[in-house]
């Protein structure tokens, strides 16, 4: 098998990005439109939309200069540049992947759309300016997230070049579990679905719309530079998914040798990861609605704040010396950071049917804990028994019947809140904060090698779910709040104490069902007593 | 000696199944045996371990020691008591059209409510005694919001919410100490109590520290510890009469005996220090915040609320002052305090069925209006603030000598000022409710502090009577003289918190 000179693979890199990226893009469009049960562009759309327009004829808006003319092929020319500096196919520097480290990827990324800002405003045209006036707003928050994201990064390896992170978590698998990392891969890719324009933050498909942002910036051009500029925005998309992909989540599969094989195995690879993140972002497109426009700071400082809290707790983390991974252990922390994300998703939320869907995933994520805890040997087989019944009650049980009770009551949806979901995530990000702080000097000992820092994951979750119930003056926020409590005990018990009992855990679920059918009929009592399950006009009883 | 513990867990169950077939008729004797037979059950299993020994039945699923059967005889006194109180308490509202679903409901939450009490302490590891504490909220909620009334309603989700994240973070404890466990235990154990004991040198301190705090701050929210306690007034104000003398003498304890079996494993594991200091804290905060709501309440329930958080911040003061004498007097507050709040309870269900208010300024003269009522509401104030001839003397006396031979002069201190503050606080105003004169409270010339119009002041029914009067005797007869062998029995448990077996 030939072995391919660095300069070639470095061309390969290059090419294969480019080349892949609108295929990436028409399948993503392709798999949502068929899920929406529409039928969709073909998957290789992207092409000949460019093509087409690349053969098309140049219209240029009045006032426009030179900078708009420039404006697309500098951007698309940063985007080129790009993949030289990341490990896209090897998973060795090739010789000018140290050029430059993080930041200077990140610094590209910012002139490409620097550039693109520029010409908007260039252009003169008021739809165009409105459009890159939103996205520097709105983005304010994303370059701190990658700053701490970056962080993150520097803290674990003492640099922060992308090729040596990758190599990092190779050496040591158990880095890709840590919590801290987990929540960094968590803003991160919040930050890439922000940066793509997915949803939540923007509409991807229609062009006809004043809650564009992304598509509005290049309203003005035409021909081939806009070919260039919807090349580019495919590129940028499948670079950012190489970024999360090779750097953060799965650095595996990268080409060790020159070997053509290597490389060829490698290029197919990344097309397969793409596909991957692709796969996430059908699933959120066709599950979430987009935000109001005003809404959208939240998101990006919901991605800012776990980059945050993702630094607080890589400095917190306990050092319990279980470095060494076990499977376990990783299912663990997974299931813990799962459980936490998404009652930072009930705090933020501001829908009940919402929070029951939240509610209801992160039962299934606990239950898949047991089933996984079971699975590798850590509990008895008795526990398949606990996560089939989790399964039952928890994820399907409880929030269909809560559901049920809430839509015969005719309950208001919307869920009132004591404090801005900002402040509320902000408070969240402290509470998780302080359990790993206090946390951090206690050993609890036990049977060795027990995934430990799951555990303050799992307490912070015990404090957020109160928080919950604090800030959320209405009955079925707060009964979602109860079990959300239960859910984070749960995860704890699984984790530090997987040999406890089935029948006493059979025990405490049963109590919990009785008690949330207290909860319910006390429910229905507020509604038909004071025609409303808002709690906080109950404050009769003071003193 | 195993088939009284079948006997106890079975009894109350029947009384339940009795009033689920028949109507409210039936289930008002059948309470009442069922609560007379554990209070029966309770006396026989205390008398057979008041010397250490232990009973254990089920495979060893049930246990009770001396420590239990402490909580078992405050569960079963009051249990019997409030059967006897209710049937007179529920007779003002009989003539209500659907009084019989009611009471049927009633009886029905009552029993198990009665039932999750007793299981409490004949629980033999700590997962069980957690489900058991959480059953107690369950049942007792709904038998808080039995009125549906605005402020039912309010005071039974605040409670049902409250106590149950408290219990979740008490769930948390179990889970911790579950945890530290495995290192002597092995993985998968089952967490009874003495094996706890039996290996608490392999524990880790740093988990049986955070376990023990986990537990005190979790079902602390039921003992009903400032600042965790704000569910309690709540509740105690505005469940029916007998509901709230169980709650006050019988839920609190029942949630602080799981504290005790979390102290025992922390003493065992040689932190017995800590556990001590952590309850002194908590008890002396309670006691601070208690006796100023008390001194300021208008209404006397909430009042007789804030007196129990007082009594729970006595009881987890006399247990940290580490004294034999001391401890022996906190167990012996669990049962006169049970008595003396059982008695004020059922006093201010009396007074509520003559006067209809639960305001302390709607009752004035109580003393010649209802002349058992008010005479014996004086006689449990009294008997709260800790006077002589009452068994609450006797036991706060126990604590505070305990706490001088310990040498925590602090400590005993703040107690008798606090102590002090509460008394003329329950003093000033039950003396107002019963012996003030209606002309001095109204210069004015309207009659302010008579009865609401068309409300008759008397005595309403010899069965409430009868309830006061029970408890009256006990908590006289303790305050007298002690029974050799009851005081056996606290020596015995005060010693298992010693030095556990």
């Not at chain 1, 010789?95 to 430059?100: D, F, K, S, T, V």
């Not at chain 1, 991160?188 to 809650?211: K, Y």
């Not at chain 1, 039962?363 to 804990?369: N, R």
Request: charged share 10%; glycine share 10%; hydrophobic share 55%.
């Amino acid at each position: 098998m030939p072995i391919l000179p660095d300069w070639a693979i470095q061309v390969l890199q290059v090419v294969s990005i480019l080349a892949l990226a609108p295929l990436v893009s028409g399948i993503i469009a392709r798999a949502e439109a068929i899920i929406q049960q529409r039928r969709g562009p073909r998957v290789l759309q992207p092409y000949y939309d460019i093509f087409k327009l690349l053969r098309k004829q140049t219209v240029l808006p009045a006032p426009a200069g030179p900078v708009f003319r420039a404006a697309p092929y500098v951007s698309f020319a940063g985007y080129a540049t790009i993949p030289l500096l990341i490990p896209a196919l090897t998973n060795f520097p090739l010789p000018l992947g140290y050029e430059a480290d993080f930041f200077g990827v990140g610094m590209i990324f910012a002139l490409t759309s620097f550039s693109i800002s520029v010409a908007a405003v260039d252009s003169g045209s008021p739809y165009a300016q409105l459009g890159s006036s939103r996205l520097r707003s709105f983005g304010a928050f994303n370059e701190p997230t990658v700053i701490f994201v970056t962080f993150v990064l520097a803290l674990t390896t003492h640099t922060d070049l992308p090729y040596a992170f990758g190599a990092t978590i190779r050496s040591a698998v158990v880095q890709v579990v840590r919590p801290s990392h987990l929540l960094m891969i968590a803003a991160f890719f919040m930050l890439v679905l922000n940066e793509t324009g997915r949803i939540p933050v923007e509409n991807h498909g229609s062009t006809l719309e004043f809650g564009q942002i992304e598509e509005a910036r290049v309203a003005e051009h035409s021909g081939p530079g806009l070919a260039f500029l919807r090349w580019g925005s495919n590129v940028k998309q499948l670079l950012l998914f190489t970024i999360f992909m090779n750097v953060l989540v799965v650095p595996w599969g990268l080409a060790s040798t020159g070997r053509l094989d290597d490389v060829a195995l490698a290029i197919a690879l990344l097309f397969v990861k793409a596909l991957g993140v692709g796969v996430a972002v059908v699933v959120i497109e066709c599950s979430f609605a987009k935000l109001r426009l005003y809404k959208i700071p939240e998101f990006t400082v919901a991605s800012f704040m776990f980059s945050v809290l993702a630094v607080v707790i890589f400095l917190f983390e306990p050092s319990f010396g279980n470095e060494h991974l076990s499977v376990f252990g990783a299912f663990a922390t997974i299931g813990a950071v799962v459980v936490l994300l998404l009652e930072y998703g009930m705090l933020r939320s501001q829908d009940v049917w919402e929070q029951l869907r939240l509610y209801s995933l992160g039962s299934g994520a606990v239950a898949a804990l047991a089933i996984a805890t079971a699975a590798t040997g850590r509990g008895s087989s008795a526990l398949y028994v606990l996560g089939a019944v989790t399964i039952a009650l928890k994820a399907l049980l409880f929030p269909v019947g809560i559901s049920f009770v809430l839509r015969r009551l005719g309950s208001e949806p919307r869920v009132p809140s004591a404090l801005g979901a900002p402040s509320s995530i902000l408070v969240a990000i402290a509470l998780c904060s302080l359990a790993f702080i206090v946390l951090r000097p206690i050993h609890i000992g036990g049977v060795q090698a027990l995934p430990l820092s799951a555990l303050p994951l799992a307490i912070g979750g015990v404090l957020v779910a109160l928080e919950l119930m604090i800030v959320r003056p209405s009955a079925p926020s707060q009964l979602l709040g109860f079990l959300v409590l239960e859910n984070a005990v749960s995860v704890a018990s699984l984790v530090i104490a997987p040999g406890l009992p089935i029948i006493l855990a059979l025990l405490l679920l049963f109590d919990v069902l009785i008690g949330v059918l207290v909860f319910v009929v006390l429910v229905q009592y507020l509604a038909i007593e004071r025609t409303a399950v808002r709690t906080d006009v109950l404050n009769r009883l003071t003193g | 000696m195993s088939w009284t513990l079948y006997a106890l867990l079975a009894v109350p169950l029947v009384a339940v199944l009795i009033t689920l077939v028949d109507g409210w008729r039936l289930a008002r004797a059948s309470t009442l045996v069922a609560g007379l037979v554990s209070l029966a059950l309770a006396i026989v299993i205390g008398f057979h371990v008041r010397h250490g020994e232990v009973v254990i039945a089920a495979a060893g699923w049930l246990r009770v020691d001396s420590l239990g059967a402490v909580f078992l005889l405050a569960t079963g006194l009051l249990y019997a008591i409030a059967a006897v109180f209710s049937i007179g308490y529920l007779a003002a509202d009989e003539a209500h059209s659907d009084f019989p679903a009611f009471a049927r409901r009633y009886f029905v939450y009552l029993n198990l409510f009665g039932w999750t009490m007793l299981v409490v302490p004949v629980a033999a590891d700590f997962g069980t005694l957690w489900v058991a504490v959480e059953l107690t909220t369950i049942v007792s909620a709904l038998l808080v919001a039995i009125d549906r009334t605005d402020a039912a309603l309010e005071a039974s989700w605040k409670y049902v919410l409250i106590a149950s994240s408290g219990l979740g973070i008490a769930l948390l404890a179990i889970v911790i100490l579950y945890a530290t466990g495995t290192s002597v235990l092995g993985g998968a154990y089952l967490p009874r109590f003495e094996r706890f004991l039996t290996h608490a040198h392999g524990l880790s301190r740093d988990a049986v520290d955070l376990s023990f705090v986990l537990a005190v701050v979790g079902f602390g929210t039921k003992v009903g510890f400032v600042p965790m306690h704000t569910w309690l007034p709540d509740a105690h104000s505005e469940a029916p009469a007998p509901v709230s003398a169980l709650l006050s003498g019988s839920l609190l304890a029942a949630a602080f005996y799981a504290i005790l079996r979390f102290f025992q494993v922390a003493v065992a594991a040689g932190q017995r220090s800590f556990a001590e200091h952590v309850l002194i804290v908590f008890g002396v905060i309670s006691l601070v915040a208690a006796g100023l709501f008390v001194v300021r309440q208008a209404n006397y329930k909430r009042l007789l609320a804030y007196s129990s958080i007082e009594h729970m911040g006595i009881i987890a003061v006399g247990i940290g002052f580490g004294a034999p004498i001391a401890v022996a007097g906190a167990l012996l507050h669990v049962i006169t305090h049970a008595c003396a709040k059982g008695l004020a309870f059922f006093g201010s269900g009396s007074l509520l069925r003559g006067y209809d208010t639960k305001e302390v300024d709607g009752i004035t003269d109580a003393g010649r209006a209802m002349p058992f009522t008010g005479p014996m509401f004086l006689a449990a104030a009294l008997a709260l603030s800790g006077l002589p001839l009452s068994g609450v003397f006797r036991s706060e006396f126990q604590i505070v000598a305990g706490g001088f031979a310990s040498g925590q002069d602090v400590g005993v201190t703040l107690l008798l000022v606090l102590v002090n503050l509460a008394f003329f606080g329950i003093i000033w105003h039950a003396g107002r409710m019963v012996l003030g004169r209606p002309e001095q409270a109204s210069p004015g010339g309207a009659p302010g502090g008579a009865p609401a119009a068309g409300v008759v002041a008397r005595e309403r029914s010899a069965w409430m009577v009868a309830g006061m009067l029970g408890c009256l005797v006990v908590s006289v007869a303790l305050g007298v003289h002690l029974p050799s062998a009851f005081s056996a029995l606290l020596q015995s448990a005060g010693h298992r918190l010693a030095v556990p077996v």
